[in-house]
């Protein structure tokens, strides 16, 4: 019985390189999220996530997910920069993205449907969430809830039609047997985040999940750590989440960290999901926080 090795990271925020921040976005969410990012800068250090880059690296993972929010503005520039970035964590077949509100701001200069990334968000070239990876035993369901938002708001929504399809998929992956793993990029959980920050059909999703099932739901957003669970066919579908991977120990937000996430398809009931997490403690030293078995 093989064991699946999954690292799980999200929302590392890049910092933003030269350029990306130039004006000419006046009135735009872009000049509102430059005053959060100046506010926020200090949550997200570029020596932190190089550490846990590199810690993930070191694990040498069978697969990475990494669960949005790589960008602030979702600047071409930024584009760019992620893309570089996600090429230093493995081949683009071994990483998969789920982008975030963050990477869909209402951008004039924005690219279309995150075309710089198509490596990282699935197989094929077809645009429409969600892609789905098949990897050995394990599916890789990979959703997008990424979209621009009104002012002030970092909500997020699939809508009907990938709904429909996330239907489809996951009908199809559970017929074959597969262990699925969704993402998606804001918690899935009611109550996780207030309002202004949820997934606008989170309930139309929930519905879906009760009646298809899923046997893990990864996703970011929150910036901490969480285990919730939700309905499905046959009893709970555990969620996680983890903190932003690259915000530092001691400030406002939990410190980063990343999960390892084995997964062994076909072991008895309660032994097919084991969590390793790992962060950092203090400066930029990255050590194991503890590990646990997530029970059926
Ligand atoms: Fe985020
Ligand atoms: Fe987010």
């Given at each position: 019985?093989?064991?699946?090795?999954?690292?799980?990271?999200?929302?590392?925020?890049?910092?933003p390189?030269?350029?990306?921040l130039?004006?000419?976005?006046?009135?735009?969410?872009?000049?509102?999220?430059r005053?959060?990012?100046?506010?926020?800068r200090?949550?997200?250090?570029?020596?932190?996530?190089?550490?846990?880059?590199?810690?993930?690296?070191?694990?040498?993972?069978?697969?990475?997910?990494v669960?949005?929010?790589?960008?602030?503005f979702a600047?071409?520039?930024?584009?760019?920069?992620?893309?570089?970035?996600?090429?230093?964590?493995?081949?683009?077949?071994?990483?998969t993205?789920?982008p975030?509100?963050?990477?869909?701001?209402?951008?004039?200069?924005a690219p279309?449907?995150?075309?710089?990334?198509?490596?990282?968000?699935?197989?094929?070239l077809?645009?429409?969430?969600?892609?789905?990876?098949?990897?050995?035993r394990?599916?890789?369901?990979?959703?997008?809830?990424?979209?621009p938002?009104?002012?002030h708001?970092?909500?997020?929504?699939?809508?009907?039609?990938?709904?429909?399809r996330?239907?489809?998929?996951?009908?199809?992956?559970?017929?074959?047997?597969?262990f699925?793993?969704?993402?998606?990029?804001?918690?899935?959980?009611?109550?996780?985040?207030?309002?202004?920050?949820?997934?606008?059909?989170?309930?139309?999703?929930?519905?879906?999940?009760?009646?298809q099932?899923a046997e893990?739901?990864?996703?970011?957003h929150?910036?901490?750590?969480?285990?919730?669970?939700?309905?499905?066919?046959?009893?709970?579908?555990?969620?996680?989440?983890?903190?932003?991977?690259?915000?530092?120990?001691?400030?406002?937000?939990?410190?980063?960290?990343?999960?390892l996430?084995h997964?062994?398809?076909?072991?008895?009931a309660?032994?097919?999901?084991?969590?390793?997490?790992?962060g950092?403690?203090?400066g930029?030293?990255?050590e194991?926080?503890?590990?646990?078995?997530?029970?059926?």
């Amino acid at each position: 019985m093989s064991t699946f090795r999954l690292a799980h990271l999200s929302d590392p925020h890049l910092a933003p390189p030269p350029g990306a921040l130039r004006g000419g976005d006046l009135f735009s969410k872009r000049l509102l999220s430059r005053f959060a990012w100046r506010r926020k800068r200090h949550r997200h250090n570029p020596e932190i996530l190089e550490a846990i880059a590199a810690d993930v690296r070191a694990a040498a993972p069978d697969h990475v997910a990494v669960t949005g929010d790589l960008t602030n503005f979702a600047t071409p520039e930024e584009f760019a920069a992620a893309a570089d970035w996600l090429e230093s964590l493995g081949a683009p077949a071994d990483v998969t993205v789920s982008p975030g509100n963050h990477d869909a701001l209402t951008a004039r200069r924005a690219p279309e449907r995150f075309a710089p990334w198509s490596p990282w968000l699935g197989d094929s070239l077809d645009a429409d969430f969600p892609h789905v990876r098949v990897r050995g035993r394990v599916a890789i369901v990979n959703a997008c809830s990424a979209v621009p938002t009104a002012l002030h708001l970092a909500q997020g929504s699939l809508g009907a039609e990938q709904l429909a399809r996330l239907a489809e998929v996951l009908a199809a992956t559970r017929a074959q047997g597969l262990f699925r793993v969704l993402l998606v990029h804001h918690p899935v959980a009611a109550g996780t985040v207030s309002g202004r920050k949820a997934l606008v059909d989170a309930d139309l999703l929930r519905a879906l999940l009760r009646e298809q099932g899923a046997e893990l739901v990864l996703h970011g957003h929150a910036h901490e750590a969480l285990l919730n669970r939700v309905a499905g066919p046959a009893g709970s579908i555990p969620v996680l989440g983890v903190p932003s991977a690259s915000t530092p120990a001691g400030g406002h937000d939990p410190a980063a960290r990343w999960n390892l996430i084995h997964i062994t398809p076909g072991a008895p009931a309660g032994q097919q999901l084991r969590v390793e997490a790992r962060g950092v403690a203090q400066g930029a030293r990255i050590e194991a926080l503890g590990a646990y078995t997530i029970a059926a």
